[in-house]
């Protein structure tokens, strides 16, 4: 492809826009190479073409054989122009070839919905979704209800940008006179429990609840506790959370009866191993100290024993092999001693990791942090306020 190599060398020329008219060229006569449109965004980048540099990362994405060596860099290249633009940033990761979806608007807290379910209001933080086309509609208050469609591109956020139209029709309603429209919102929450396991039993509060057909249980706002048991598998037991007004989804992981003990058992032998050496490391401690102790005395013995022809009871005389032979004791010891030590520090380790990582699934918990979120009317009028929640189960 002469365009395509032309395009190339111009700009790694800091030919830029002569590169973008050779490459825009050879997109065109081979609509499926991946290249052109590799050197179209890094070029609409050098010039600061943010949104084209987005539009052909994305292009190239799509058309790259899977596992392209490029494609790390391309992705890279894509975030950093959503940076420039301002676009909602995303801080997760897109495993398993899904893409994600941030939605911005000229009206701030449009309510959006894709493919039907709602997802929020705008600023709409990137949400992980499958690849592929999905239906985008936005609807506020005094403007005309939008809908649009995008392409979920693996491994990349697709943002949509929606500019509303006020409705002309729209007249406003006269101020209430009564209490704010979220105080008749009913004090309930629902929680989903993501668990894995084909049949479990939610029980809340002592009590066996029945979940919708969605999967959730509709409860009482404020702290609950939540038993979930299923055959096959150890209870899980934490407090959970209800907030007004709010969807909440939380993930169960439920571990298959016995596997955790074993960890357990595991934990405690570790432990008592560690106790072994440690009692090895102590006595050995006190043999060692014996033995230096003898050959100190030894020595001190020796260098003040009577000259010659003295008279008076005199100590037998300890010969230096002895003294060596005490000093040798000692350090042998000292080094069983600091062995038994180590053994004991790594067993301990161990017992830590086993019986921590094994711990009961059903705990009491404590508070998490506090985020604040909107609140969606029940009859689905979007958001109509603002409240705390506590993000996933209280764990301690």
Same mark, same amino acid.
């Given at each position: 492809?002469?365009?395509?190599?032309?395009?190339?060398?111009?700009?790694? +020329?800091?030919?830029?826009?002569?590169?973008?008219?050779?490459?825009?060229?050879?997109?065109?006569? #081979?609509?499926?190479?991946?290249?052109?449109?590799?050197? $179209?965004?890094?070029?609409?980048?050098?010039?600061?073409?943010?949104?084209?540099?987005?539009?052909?990362?994305?292009?190239?994405?799509?058309?790259?054989?899977?596992?392209?060596?490029?494609?790390?860099?391309? *992705?890279?290249?894509?975030?950093?122009?959503?940076?420039?633009?301002?676009?909602?940033?995303?801080?997760?990761?897109?495993?398993?070839?899904?893409?994600?979806?941030?939605? #911005?608007?000229?009206?701030?807290?449009?309510?959006?919905?894709?493919?039907?379910?709602?997802?929020?209001?705008?600023? +709409?933080?990137?949400?992980?979704?499958?690849?592929?086309?999905?239906?985008?509609?936005?609807?506020?208050?005094?403007? +005309?209800?939008?809908?649009? *469609?995008?392409?979920?591109?693996?491994?990349?956020?697709?943002?949509?940008?929606?500019?509303?139209?006020?409705?002309?029709?729209?007249?406003?309603?006269?101020?209430?006179?009564?209490?704010?429209?979220?105080?008749?919102?009913?004090?309930?929450?629902?929680?989903?429990?993501?668990?894995?396991?084909?049949?479990?039993?939610?029980?809340?509060?002592?009590?066996?609840?029945?979940?919708?057909?969605?999967?959730?249980?509709?409860?009482?706002?404020?702290?609950?506790?939540?038993? =979930?048991?299923?055959?096959?598998?150890?209870?899980?037991?934490?407090?959970?959370?209800?907030?007004?007004?709010?969807?909440?989804?939380?993930?169960?992981?439920?571990?298959?009866?016995?596997?955790?003990?074993?960890?357990?058992?595991?934990?405690?032998?570790?432990?008592?191993?560690?106790?072994?050496?440690?009692? %090895?490391?102590?006595?050995?401690?006190?043999?060692?100290?014996?033995?230096?102790?003898?050959?100190?005395? =030894?020595?001190?013995?020796?260098?003040?024993?009577? #000259?010659?022809?003295?008279?008076?009871?005199?100590?037998?005389?300890?010969?230096?092999?002895?003294?060596?032979?005490?000093?040798?004791?000692?350090?042998?010891?000292?080094?069983?001693?600091?062995?038994?030590?180590? $053994?004991?520090?790594?067993? +301990?380790?161990?017992? $830590?990791?086993?019986?921590?990582?094994?711990?009961?699934?059903?705990?009491?918990? %404590?508070?998490?942090?506090?985020?604040?979120?909107?609140?969606?009317?029940?009859?689905?009028?979007?958001?109509?306020?603002?409240?705390? #929640?506590?993000?996933?189960?209280?764990?301690?």
């Amino acid at each position: 492809m002469d365009a395509y190599q032309a395009g190339k060398d111009a700009y790694n +020329l800091g030919e830029f826009d002569k590169a973008r008219v050779a490459l825009e060229r050879a997109a065109r006569i #081979v609509p499926k190479a991946p290249g052109p449109h590799r050197y $179209l965004a890094a070029t609409a980048a050098a010039q600061k073409r943010w949104q084209r540099c987005l539009d052909h990362a994305a292009d190239y994405v799509v058309r790259a054989e899977e596992g392209s060596r490029y494609l790390g860099n391309i *992705r890279e290249l894509h975030a950093r122009c959503r940076r420039e633009l301002g676009r909602p940033r995303f801080t997760g990761t897109l495993d398993d070839g899904a893409g994600a979806l941030a939605v #911005v608007s000229n009206v701030d807290g449009t309510s959006i919905k894709v493919n039907d379910l709602s997802y929020g209001a705008t600023p +709409l933080a990137p949400r992980v979704l499958a690849p592929g086309e999905v239906r985008v509609e936005a609807s506020a208050t005094g403007y +005309l209800t939008d809908m649009r *469609r995008a392409t979920i591109v693996p491994g990349l956020v697709t943002d949509v940008v929606i500019e509303l139209v006020k409705d002309p029709d729209y007249e406003a309603a006269p101020a209430p006179t009564v209490a704010p429209r979220v105080e008749e919102i009913p004090d309930i929450g629902w929680v989903a429990f993501r668990t894995g396991a084909d049949n479990y039993a939610v029980i809340v509060d002592g009590k066996r609840v029945t979940l919708d057909d969605d999967g959730r249980w509709q409860g009482a706002s404020g702290v609950h506790q939540v038993r =979930i048991e299923a055959a096959g598998y150890e209870p899980w037991e934490r407090r959970v959370r209800v907030v007004k007004g709010q969807n909440r989804s939380v993930e169960v992981q439920l571990v298959p009866a016995g596997e955790r003990a074993a960890g357990r058992r595991t934990g405690w032998i570790a432990l008592g191993v560690a106790t072994a050496f440690t009692g %090895v490391g102590i006595a050995f401690d006190a043999l060692e100290a014996n033995a230096r102790e003898e050959a100190q005395d =030894i020595f001190d013995r020796e260098i003040s024993r009577p #000259v010659t022809g003295a008279t008076g009871d005199v100590l037998p005389i300890r010969t230096r092999e002895e003294m060596n032979d005490a000093s040798d004791r000692a350090r042998r010891n000292a080094t069983i001693s600091g062995v038994a030590y180590g $053994l004991a520090a790594v067993s +301990l380790g161990v017992s $830590l990791y086993y019986l921590v990582e094994n711990r009961q699934e059903t705990r009491r918990g %404590v508070s998490v942090p506090v985020t604040v979120v909107p609140v969606e009317d029940p009859a689905g009028g979007g958001a109509v306020g603002a409240a705390a #929640v506590l993000q996933g189960e209280i764990d301690w």
